[in-house]
Protein backbone atom coordinates (compact mmCIF):
# COMPACT_ATOMS: atom_id res chain seq x y z
CA UNK A 1 0.00 0.00 0.00
CA UNK A 2 1.41 3.48 -1.02
CA UNK A 3 2.76 5.53 1.80
CA UNK A 4 1.96 9.33 1.79
CA UNK A 5 4.68 11.62 3.03
CA UNK A 6 4.36 14.90 4.07
CA UNK A 7 7.54 17.27 5.11
CA UNK A 8 9.87 15.06 6.57
CA UNK A 9 6.86 12.56 8.68
CA UNK A 10 6.08 9.52 7.21
CA UNK A 11 1.87 8.94 7.99
CA UNK A 12 1.09 6.01 9.43
CA UNK A 13 -0.51 3.10 6.65
CA UNK A 14 -4.34 3.51 7.23
CA UNK A 15 -6.15 0.41 8.75
CA UNK A 16 -7.52 -2.32 6.40
CA UNK A 17 -11.59 -1.36 7.18
CA UNK A 18 -13.91 -4.03 8.21
CA UNK A 19 -17.17 -4.87 6.68
CA UNK A 20 -19.61 -2.69 8.05
CA UNK A 21 -21.54 -5.42 10.11
CA UNK A 22 -18.41 -6.58 11.26
CA UNK A 23 -17.91 -3.22 12.80
CA UNK A 24 -21.02 -2.78 14.34
CA UNK A 25 -19.75 -6.76 15.77
CA UNK A 26 -16.91 -5.14 17.37
CA UNK A 27 -18.36 -1.96 18.44
CA UNK A 28 -20.97 -4.17 20.35
CA UNK A 29 -17.91 -6.50 22.14
CA UNK A 30 -16.11 -3.47 22.51
CA UNK A 31 -19.07 -1.83 24.37
CA UNK A 32 -20.05 -5.14 26.52
CA UNK A 33 -16.18 -5.14 27.20
CA UNK A 34 -16.10 -2.09 28.93
CA UNK A 35 -19.97 -2.65 31.02
CA UNK A 36 -17.45 -6.04 32.58
CA UNK A 37 -14.62 -3.65 32.70
CA UNK A 38 -16.04 -1.63 35.45
CA UNK A 39 -17.97 -4.26 36.79
CA UNK A 40 -16.14 -6.48 37.89
CA UNK A 41 -14.06 -3.95 39.32
CA UNK A 42 -16.39 -2.26 41.80
CA UNK A 43 -18.27 -5.59 42.86
CA UNK A 44 -15.72 -5.73 45.99
CA UNK A 45 -16.88 -2.05 47.68
CA UNK A 46 -20.32 -3.76 47.70
CA UNK A 47 -19.35 -7.17 48.77
CA UNK A 48 -17.12 -5.81 51.38
CA UNK A 49 -20.62 -4.50 53.43
CA UNK A 50 -21.14 -8.30 53.75
CA UNK A 51 -17.34 -9.35 54.40
CA UNK A 52 -17.06 -6.78 57.68
CA UNK A 53 -18.84 -9.37 59.92
CA UNK A 54 -17.77 -12.24 58.16
CA UNK A 55 -14.25 -12.27 58.86
CA UNK A 56 -14.25 -9.55 61.65
CA UNK A 57 -12.64 -6.43 59.80
CA UNK A 58 -13.56 -3.25 59.46
CA UNK A 59 -14.21 -1.45 56.17
CA UNK A 60 -11.15 0.96 56.41
CA UNK A 61 -9.40 -2.74 56.95
CA UNK A 62 -10.75 -3.97 54.27
CA UNK A 63 -10.44 -1.59 51.59
CA UNK A 64 -6.71 -1.00 52.65
CA UNK A 65 -6.03 -4.61 51.66
CA UNK A 66 -8.43 -4.09 48.35
CA UNK A 67 -5.61 -1.50 47.04
CA UNK A 68 -2.63 -4.13 45.32
CA UNK A 69 -5.96 -4.75 43.22
CA UNK A 70 -6.23 -1.27 41.74
CA UNK A 71 -2.28 -1.09 41.52
CA UNK A 72 -2.36 -3.91 39.23
CA UNK A 73 -5.10 -2.82 37.35
CA UNK A 74 -3.44 0.94 36.49
CA UNK A 75 0.46 -1.14 36.66
CA UNK A 76 -0.92 -3.39 33.88
CA UNK A 77 -2.38 -0.64 31.22
CA UNK A 78 1.13 0.26 30.19
CA UNK A 79 2.48 -3.59 28.92
CA UNK A 80 -1.44 -4.24 27.91
CA UNK A 81 -1.38 -1.24 25.34
CA UNK A 82 2.17 -2.01 24.37
CA UNK A 83 0.97 -5.57 23.75
CA UNK A 84 -1.93 -4.70 21.58
CA UNK A 85 0.27 -2.40 19.24
CA UNK A 86 2.83 -4.53 18.54
CA UNK A 87 0.93 -7.36 18.55
CA UNK A 88 -2.89 -7.72 18.23
CA UNK A 89 -6.05 -5.13 19.68
CA UNK A 90 -8.61 -8.36 18.64
CA UNK A 91 -5.60 -10.92 20.50
CA UNK A 92 -5.66 -8.71 23.45
CA UNK A 93 -9.49 -8.19 24.34
CA UNK A 94 -10.15 -12.13 24.20
CA UNK A 95 -7.49 -12.66 26.86
CA UNK A 96 -9.38 -10.22 28.50
CA UNK A 97 -13.18 -11.55 28.65
CA UNK A 98 -11.06 -15.09 29.65
CA UNK A 99 -9.23 -14.33 32.16
CA UNK A 100 -10.51 -11.32 34.40
CA UNK A 101 -13.71 -14.20 34.40
CA UNK A 102 -11.05 -16.49 35.32
CA UNK A 103 -9.49 -14.91 37.99
CA UNK A 104 -13.19 -13.91 39.54
CA UNK A 105 -14.26 -17.50 39.73
CA UNK A 106 -11.10 -18.35 41.11
CA UNK A 107 -11.49 -15.57 43.70
CA UNK A 108 -14.74 -17.20 45.04
CA UNK A 109 -13.04 -20.18 46.18
CA UNK A 110 -11.28 -17.82 48.51
CA UNK A 111 -10.98 -18.83 52.32
CA UNK A 112 -9.10 -15.76 54.01
CA UNK A 113 -8.31 -11.98 53.67
CA UNK A 114 -5.09 -12.88 52.18
CA UNK A 115 -6.69 -14.78 49.44
CA UNK A 116 -9.42 -12.51 48.69
CA UNK A 117 -6.79 -9.77 48.18
CA UNK A 118 -5.24 -11.98 45.61
CA UNK A 119 -7.90 -12.75 43.90
CA UNK A 120 -8.93 -9.28 43.37
CA UNK A 121 -5.48 -8.77 42.36
CA UNK A 122 -5.65 -11.29 39.33
CA UNK A 123 -9.15 -9.31 38.66
CA UNK A 124 -7.43 -5.70 38.52
CA UNK A 125 -4.44 -7.22 35.80
CA UNK A 126 -6.68 -8.46 33.38
CA UNK A 127 -9.09 -5.41 33.59
CA UNK A 128 -5.95 -3.47 32.96
CA UNK A 129 -6.14 -4.59 29.62
CA UNK A 130 -9.33 -3.26 28.27
CA UNK A 131 -8.88 0.49 28.35
CA UNK A 132 -5.91 1.01 26.32
CA UNK A 133 -6.80 -1.56 23.83
CA UNK A 134 -10.34 -1.59 23.35
CA UNK A 135 -10.27 2.51 23.54
CA UNK A 136 -7.57 2.41 20.80
CA UNK A 137 -9.58 -0.17 18.46
CA UNK A 138 -13.14 2.24 19.04
CA UNK A 139 -11.48 5.61 17.45
CA UNK A 140 -9.18 3.66 15.31
CA UNK A 141 -9.63 5.01 12.16
CA UNK A 142 -12.41 7.19 13.02
CA UNK A 143 -12.30 10.91 12.49
CA UNK A 144 -15.41 11.99 14.84
CA UNK A 145 -14.99 9.87 17.86
CA UNK A 146 -16.88 12.07 20.11
CA UNK A 147 -20.27 9.70 19.84
CA UNK A 148 -18.43 6.58 20.07
CA UNK A 149 -16.74 7.07 22.69
CA UNK A 150 -20.02 8.62 24.54
CA UNK A 151 -22.18 5.14 24.02
CA UNK A 152 -19.19 3.32 24.85
CA UNK A 153 -18.95 4.97 27.99
CA UNK A 154 -22.67 4.45 28.50
CA UNK A 155 -21.68 0.66 28.12
CA UNK A 156 -18.95 1.34 30.90
CA UNK A 157 -20.78 3.49 33.51
CA UNK A 158 -23.77 0.76 33.30
CA UNK A 159 -20.96 -1.71 34.51
CA UNK A 160 -20.49 0.75 37.38
CA UNK A 161 -24.60 0.94 37.84
CA UNK A 162 -24.97 -3.05 37.68
CA UNK A 163 -21.98 -3.57 40.24
CA UNK A 164 -23.04 -2.70 43.22
CA UNK A 165 -26.96 -4.62 42.18
CA UNK A 166 -25.39 -7.36 41.35
CA UNK A 167 -23.09 -7.93 44.27
CA UNK A 168 -25.81 -7.38 46.57
CA UNK A 169 -28.21 -9.04 45.14
CA UNK A 170 -26.23 -12.55 44.48
CA UNK A 171 -24.51 -11.52 48.02
CA UNK A 172 -27.69 -11.91 50.14
CA UNK A 173 -29.72 -14.50 48.09
CA UNK A 174 -26.73 -16.94 47.58
CA UNK A 175 -23.12 -16.30 48.92
CA UNK A 176 -20.46 -13.07 48.34
CA UNK A 177 -18.98 -15.89 46.68
CA UNK A 178 -21.40 -16.16 44.00
CA UNK A 179 -20.84 -11.95 43.90
CA UNK A 180 -18.00 -13.25 41.78
CA UNK A 181 -18.25 -17.28 40.17
CA UNK A 182 -21.54 -15.96 38.53
CA UNK A 183 -20.38 -12.75 36.43
CA UNK A 184 -16.99 -14.70 36.19
CA UNK A 185 -18.55 -17.45 34.14
CA UNK A 186 -20.52 -14.99 32.02
CA UNK A 187 -17.62 -13.60 31.17
CA UNK A 188 -15.71 -16.28 30.24
CA UNK A 189 -18.87 -17.78 27.90
CA UNK A 190 -18.52 -14.50 26.62
CA UNK A 191 -15.05 -14.54 25.79
CA UNK A 192 -15.62 -17.60 23.64
CA UNK A 193 -18.15 -16.58 21.85
CA UNK A 194 -15.66 -13.53 20.81
CA UNK A 195 -12.95 -15.74 19.68
CA UNK A 196 -15.53 -17.76 17.61
CA UNK A 197 -16.39 -14.39 16.01
CA UNK A 198 -13.30 -12.50 15.58
CA UNK A 199 -11.28 -14.96 13.85
CA UNK A 200 -12.91 -14.37 10.66
CA UNK A 201 -11.99 -10.71 11.10
CA UNK A 202 -9.25 -9.37 8.72
CA UNK A 203 -6.05 -8.85 10.67
CA UNK A 204 -6.66 -5.03 10.95
CA UNK A 205 -5.39 -4.52 14.58
CA UNK A 206 -1.88 -3.84 13.76
CA UNK A 207 -1.30 -0.33 12.98
CA UNK A 208 1.81 0.49 10.90
CA UNK A 209 3.75 3.45 12.08
CA UNK A 210 6.65 5.81 11.14
CA UNK A 211 10.28 5.29 11.48
CA UNK A 212 11.65 6.67 14.57
CA UNK A 213 13.73 9.28 13.09
CA UNK A 214 10.91 10.33 10.97
CA UNK A 215 9.04 11.35 14.15
CA UNK A 216 11.99 13.25 15.55
CA UNK A 217 12.34 14.96 12.28
CA UNK A 218 8.67 16.05 12.28
CA UNK A 219 8.79 16.83 16.36
CA UNK A 220 12.33 19.05 15.25
CA UNK A 221 10.94 20.96 12.56
CA UNK A 222 8.47 23.48 14.76
CA UNK A 223 8.94 24.96 17.63
CA UNK A 224 5.18 25.44 17.76
CA UNK A 225 4.37 21.85 17.48
CA UNK A 226 7.29 21.01 20.38
CA UNK A 227 6.40 23.41 22.81
CA UNK A 228 2.52 22.73 22.06
CA UNK A 229 3.00 18.80 22.44
CA UNK A 230 5.26 19.43 25.30
CA UNK A 231 2.03 21.25 27.06
CA UNK A 232 -0.44 18.93 26.13
CA UNK A 233 0.96 16.27 27.53
CA UNK A 234 1.98 17.72 30.94
CA UNK A 235 -1.94 19.02 31.05
CA UNK A 236 -3.49 15.63 29.97
CA UNK A 237 -0.92 14.02 32.64
CA UNK A 238 -2.54 15.86 35.21
CA UNK A 239 -5.81 15.93 34.05
CA UNK A 240 -5.56 11.87 33.82
CA UNK A 241 -4.38 12.02 37.74
CA UNK A 242 -6.62 14.08 39.24
CA UNK A 243 -10.02 12.98 37.24
CA UNK A 244 -9.38 9.99 37.84
CA UNK A 245 -9.12 10.55 42.02
CA UNK A 246 -12.00 12.63 41.33
CA UNK A 247 -14.04 9.74 39.23
CA UNK A 248 -12.69 6.75 41.28
CA UNK A 249 -13.04 8.47 44.40
CA UNK A 250 -16.46 9.27 43.94
CA UNK A 251 -18.25 5.61 42.72
CA UNK A 252 -15.72 3.54 45.19
CA UNK A 253 -17.09 5.37 48.12
CA UNK A 254 -20.15 5.64 47.11
CA UNK A 255 -22.11 2.67 48.65
CA UNK A 256 -20.65 3.52 51.92
CA UNK A 257 -22.01 6.86 51.37
CA UNK A 258 -25.27 5.83 50.78
CA UNK A 259 -25.29 3.32 53.69
CA UNK A 260 -24.19 6.29 56.01
CA UNK A 261 -25.98 9.45 54.78
CA UNK A 262 -29.53 7.90 53.94
CA UNK A 263 -30.87 6.45 56.72
CA UNK A 264 -34.33 4.47 56.27
CA UNK A 265 -33.07 4.24 52.50
CA UNK A 266 -30.91 2.01 53.08
CA UNK A 267 -31.97 -0.66 55.66
CA UNK A 268 -30.20 -3.39 53.49
CA UNK A 269 -27.27 -4.09 51.73
CA UNK A 270 -29.68 -5.10 48.35
CA UNK A 271 -31.26 -1.19 48.67
CA UNK A 272 -27.87 0.26 49.02
CA UNK A 273 -26.86 -1.68 45.88
CA UNK A 274 -30.30 -0.60 44.07
CA UNK A 275 -29.96 3.01 44.83
CA UNK A 276 -26.29 2.97 43.86
CA UNK A 277 -27.19 1.35 40.70
CA UNK A 278 -30.24 3.75 40.08
CA UNK A 279 -28.21 7.10 40.53
CA UNK A 280 -25.09 5.49 38.43
CA UNK A 281 -27.16 3.72 35.96
CA UNK A 282 -29.63 6.89 34.78
CA UNK A 283 -26.21 9.57 35.20
CA UNK A 284 -24.58 6.97 32.32
CA UNK A 285 -26.75 8.26 29.79
CA UNK A 286 -24.53 11.96 30.29
CA UNK A 287 -21.45 10.60 28.28
CA UNK A 288 -23.67 10.41 24.98
CA UNK A 289 -24.46 13.70 25.25
CA UNK A 290 -20.79 15.01 26.10
CA UNK A 291 -19.92 13.39 23.15
CA UNK A 292 -22.47 15.47 21.04
CA UNK A 293 -20.46 18.26 22.83
CA UNK A 294 -16.96 16.61 21.48
CA UNK A 295 -18.35 16.58 17.81
CA UNK A 296 -19.64 20.10 17.36
CA UNK A 297 -17.81 22.29 19.90
CA UNK A 298 -14.41 23.38 21.19
CA UNK A 299 -13.04 20.21 23.17
CA UNK A 300 -11.05 22.16 25.49
CA UNK A 301 -13.99 25.30 26.45
CA UNK A 302 -16.39 21.85 26.98
CA UNK A 303 -13.73 20.11 29.19
CA UNK A 304 -13.22 23.48 31.25
CA UNK A 305 -17.32 23.85 31.85
CA UNK A 306 -17.44 20.26 32.81
CA UNK A 307 -14.28 20.71 35.51
CA UNK A 308 -15.44 23.87 37.08
CA UNK A 309 -19.15 22.57 37.60
CA UNK A 310 -17.64 19.79 39.37
CA UNK A 311 -16.50 22.22 42.43
CA UNK A 312 -19.55 23.45 44.06
CA UNK A 313 -21.36 20.07 43.44
CA UNK A 314 -18.48 18.12 44.72
CA UNK A 315 -18.74 20.59 48.51
CA UNK A 316 -22.25 20.21 48.67
CA UNK A 317 -22.68 16.17 48.30
CA UNK A 318 -20.34 16.08 51.25
CA UNK A 319 -22.36 18.03 53.27
CA UNK A 320 -26.12 16.87 52.82
CA UNK A 321 -27.63 13.86 53.71
CA UNK A 322 -31.12 12.15 52.67
CA UNK A 323 -33.09 13.02 49.67
CA UNK A 324 -31.11 15.97 49.29
CA UNK A 325 -27.71 13.76 48.98
CA UNK A 326 -29.59 11.77 46.48
CA UNK A 327 -30.44 14.57 44.13
CA UNK A 328 -27.07 15.74 44.22
CA UNK A 329 -24.87 12.62 44.41
CA UNK A 330 -27.18 11.62 40.52
CA UNK A 331 -26.17 15.69 39.35
CA UNK A 332 -22.30 15.63 39.82
CA UNK A 333 -21.91 11.88 38.68
CA UNK A 334 -23.74 13.28 35.45
CA UNK A 335 -20.90 16.01 35.40
CA UNK A 336 -18.16 13.49 36.18
CA UNK A 337 -19.26 10.87 34.15
CA UNK A 338 -19.54 12.97 31.18
CA UNK A 339 -16.25 14.00 31.41
CA UNK A 340 -14.41 10.89 30.67
CA UNK A 341 -15.34 10.89 26.61
CA UNK A 342 -14.05 14.55 26.89
CA UNK A 343 -10.83 13.15 27.84
CA UNK A 344 -10.31 10.55 25.56
CA UNK A 345 -11.01 12.67 22.70
CA UNK A 346 -8.28 15.00 23.92
CA UNK A 347 -6.16 12.22 23.80
CA UNK A 348 -7.03 10.97 20.35
CA UNK A 349 -6.39 14.76 18.59
CA UNK A 350 -3.05 14.95 20.62
CA UNK A 351 -1.93 11.18 19.53
CA UNK A 352 -0.73 9.38 16.18
CA UNK A 353 -2.58 6.30 15.57
CA UNK A 354 0.06 3.65 15.78
CA UNK A 355 1.48 4.71 18.89
CA UNK A 356 -2.03 5.13 20.29
CA UNK A 357 -2.56 1.95 22.38
CA UNK A 358 0.50 2.95 24.43
CA UNK A 359 -0.30 6.53 24.98
CA UNK A 360 -3.77 5.10 25.99
CA UNK A 361 -1.96 2.23 28.00
CA UNK A 362 0.32 5.37 29.79
CA UNK A 363 -2.89 7.72 30.30
CA UNK A 364 -5.00 5.33 31.98
CA UNK A 365 -2.19 3.83 34.25
CA UNK A 366 -1.97 7.29 35.82
CA UNK A 367 -6.17 7.25 36.19
CA UNK A 368 -6.93 3.62 37.07
CA UNK A 369 -3.74 4.33 39.40
CA UNK A 370 -5.79 7.14 41.31
CA UNK A 371 -8.25 3.86 42.26
CA UNK A 372 -5.34 3.11 44.29
CA UNK A 373 -4.81 6.46 45.97
CA UNK A 374 -8.87 7.02 46.22
CA UNK A 375 -8.60 3.54 48.45
CA UNK A 376 -6.35 5.25 50.82
CA UNK A 377 -7.53 8.61 50.91
CA UNK A 378 -11.12 6.58 51.02
CA UNK A 379 -9.54 4.40 54.30
CA UNK A 380 -7.73 7.40 55.53
CA UNK A 381 -9.85 9.99 56.45
CA UNK A 382 -13.13 7.87 57.10
CA UNK A 383 -11.02 6.53 59.92
CA UNK A 384 -9.47 9.68 61.28
CA UNK A 385 -13.08 10.71 61.55
CA UNK A 386 -13.09 13.20 58.82
CA UNK A 387 -15.74 11.37 57.06
CA UNK A 388 -16.64 12.03 53.89
CA UNK A 389 -17.05 15.92 54.08
CA UNK A 390 -13.30 16.01 53.90
CA UNK A 391 -13.11 13.41 50.85
CA UNK A 392 -15.12 15.50 48.95
CA UNK A 393 -13.48 18.50 49.62
CA UNK A 394 -10.47 17.10 48.33
CA UNK A 395 -12.25 16.05 45.29
CA UNK A 396 -13.38 19.42 44.75
CA UNK A 397 -9.90 20.75 45.23
CA UNK A 398 -8.68 18.44 42.69
CA UNK A 399 -11.63 19.70 40.04
CA UNK A 400 -11.02 23.12 40.91
CA UNK A 401 -6.82 22.65 40.01
CA UNK A 402 -7.56 20.95 37.13
CA UNK A 403 -9.90 23.45 35.58
CA UNK A 404 -8.36 26.13 36.24
CA UNK A 405 -4.78 23.79 34.17
CA UNK A 406 -6.86 23.28 31.13
CA UNK A 407 -7.02 27.29 30.49
CA UNK A 408 -3.45 26.57 29.22
CA UNK A 409 -4.27 23.42 27.38
CA UNK A 410 -3.21 24.54 23.44
CA UNK A 411 -5.52 23.88 20.65
CA UNK A 412 -4.28 21.20 17.94
CA UNK A 413 -2.13 23.05 16.15
CA UNK A 414 -2.21 23.30 12.27
CA UNK A 415 1.44 21.11 11.86
CA UNK A 416 -0.57 18.19 13.83
CA UNK A 417 -3.53 17.87 11.63
CA UNK A 418 -1.17 18.16 8.63
CA UNK A 419 1.12 15.24 9.70
CA UNK A 420 -1.52 13.54 11.77
CA UNK A 421 1.19 13.26 14.75
Not at 47 to 64: G, I, K, N
Not at 400 to 408: E, I, N, P, S
Amino acid sequence: MAVTRSCCYRLAEPERKLPLPMNRVRFAFLSVGHAYDHLFMLLFPTVVLTLEAQFDLSYDQWMLMSTPAFVAFAAGAVPAGWLGDRWSRSGMMAIFFIGIGSAAILTSFARTPAEISGGLVLIGLFASIYHPVGIAMLVQGQKKVGRLLGINGVAGNFGIALAAFVAASLGNLISWRAAFYVPGAVSIATGLIYIWVARGWPLADRIAGPKEHDIGAAFKASTEVRQAILRAVIILTVGALLAGIVFQTSTISLPKLFEERLGDFTASTISVGGLVSLVVGIAAFAQIASGFLVDRFSVKRVWIVTLLLQVPLLIVVGMISQTGLLIAAFVVLVIIFGEIPIQDALLARHTPEHLRSRVYGIKFAIALGASAVAVLIIAALHSAGGGFSWLYGLLAACALVLGTAAFWLPDRPRHLEERNI
